[in-house]
Structures are given as structure tokens and as C-alpha cells.
């Protein structure tokens, strides 16, 4: 299992928190997102690493920013 850890700005509720999950979980690889609003993490597992770029475009389209941890 690869772990990847993002730091995500802008959340500020559960339905914040909602919104990067379901996008994450639809780039290719990941099986598992685990997001908190009062930490700002992403934690990221995949069987294989996945691409930074795919992950951080998702949170850029959920309406939030994400940069490696």
C-alpha cells in the first residue's frame, strides 16, 4: 500500500470534507481517501503511487487547493 499526504486549504465543513473525497476517489488508482477539515490533510492509499498532479487536480476541481506534505 502507497501512502501520499496532501495539505488542502480552504475547507471549512463536512461538506467541504465530502467534496475532495468524492473527487479523489475517482483518480485512477486510489482506493482509500481519508480527508479532515480541522487538520487540512489528505491521506491518499493506493496499491500503486499515484500521479500528484491527478490528486491535486482533483481537489483543484472539488473548489479547494492541495500541495504534497
Given at each position: 500500500?502507497?501512502?501520499?499526504?496532501?495539505?488542502v486549504?480552504g475547507?471549512t465543513?463536512?461538506?467541504c470534507e465530502?467534496?475532495?473525497?468524492?473527487?479523489v476517489s475517482?483518480?485512477?488508482g486510489v482506493e482509500?481517501?481519508e480527508?479532515?477539515v480541522?487538520?487540512g490533510?489528505?491521506v491518499?492509499n493506493?496499491?500503486?503511487?499515484?500521479?500528484?498532479?491527478?490528486?491535486i487536480?482533483?481537489?483543484?476541481e472539488?473548489?479547494?487547493q492541495?500541495?504534497?506534505?
Amino acid at each position: 500500500m502507497v501512502t501520499s499526504e496532501f495539505a488542502v486549504t480552504g475547507m471549512t465543513c463536512g461538506h467541504c470534507e465530502k467534496s475532495v473525497r468524492e473527487e479523489v476517489s475517482k483518480v485512477a488508482g486510489v482506493e482509500n481517501v481519508e480527508v479532515s477539515v480541522q487538520s487540512g490533510r489528505l491521506v491518499v492509499n493506493s496499491a500503486t503511487p499515484v500521479s500528484e498532479t491527478d490528486v491535486i487536480a482533483a481537489v483543484d476541481e472539488a473548489g479547494y487547493q492541495a500541495v504534497p506534505a
